[in-house]
């Protein structure tokens, strides 16, 4: 049962363009979510987040919006460059349940490629 | 500050033998997490330390998979008789246990079990 969702396996963006990266979840009582970035060889590295009494969160080129009615969740990546290729991991928790531990549930994740 | 370390990065192990894996997280971190990443899927969760005491464990967790934070601090992570399903990447993580904190992770531990 996959509680969050990444239903675009692969994304290719003109440098300079806007990415836009979409998930999905299910469970209703995730409270804060998370982006994630993956290079190869490498463990995700913690890009923005989200809580959910909030519908936007920015910080510089990222940001990503939440809408709870829908479940579901972007980020926006503007403008784009050729470093930001890698995978990304949209992940969920369960805050009001599990305090303040980070016990992530992942989506399958999104491979941006921008190219030049 | 060095980040979230993991020994040995990569390690190939024949099916039936135990393999141990070692995470050191940041030195002020309290809590410390393990997860596992299979090909195409995302990182899934396995257990989590508060110093030293495990205080969750994922049905994910078989009875061959044994994790310990002795003092605290560095945490080892032991799978017994290896099956080939247990290929994958073993991530660890770690935190401060307080609201708005991201967990940081490590480069992960690559096991092939042949």
New interface residues.
């Given amino acids: 049962d996959q509680q969050v969702k990444q239903n675009s396996p692969s994304l290719s963006v003109q440098e300079g363009r806007i990415s836009i990266l979409n998930c999905d979840y299910t469970n209703s009582m995730f409270d804060y979510f998370l982006w994630y970035k993956k290079y190869p060889a490498e463990g995700p590295t913690f890009l923005i987040s989200i809580s959910s009494i909030k519908d936007k969160n920015e910080d510089g080129r990222f940001t990503v919006f939440l809408n709870k009615s829908a479940k579901h969740l972007s980020l926006h990546i503007v403008p784009s460059q050729p470093g930001d290729s890698a995978v990304y991991f949209c992940a969920a928790l369960l805050r009001g349940y599990t305090g303040t531990a980070s016990k992530l549930t992942f989506g399958t994740g999104t491979r941006l490629q921008v190219t030049l | 500050d060095t980040g ?1 370390s993991q020994d040995p990065r990569h390690k190939i192990t024949k099916r039936g033998q135990n393999v141990t894996f070692r995470c050191d997280p940041i030195s002020e971190h309290n ?1 410390l ?1 393990w ?1 596992r990443q299979t090909l ?6 396995l257990t ?1 330390f ?1 110093n030293e005491a495990q ?2 464990k994922s049905r994910l967790l078989s009875d061959r998979f044994s994790a310990e934070r002795p003092k605290g601090s560095f945490s080892t992570l032991e799978i017994q008789r290896t099956e080939q399903g247990d290929s994958a990447m073993y ?1 660890c ?1 770690s ?1 401060w ?12 531990t690559r096991l092939t079990v042949v």
């Fill in positions: 979230v809590r997490y997860y195409g899927q995302g990182p899934e969760f989590y508060q205080l969750e991530l993580a935190d246990g307080s609201m708005n904190t991201e967990a940081f992770f490590g480069q992960g």
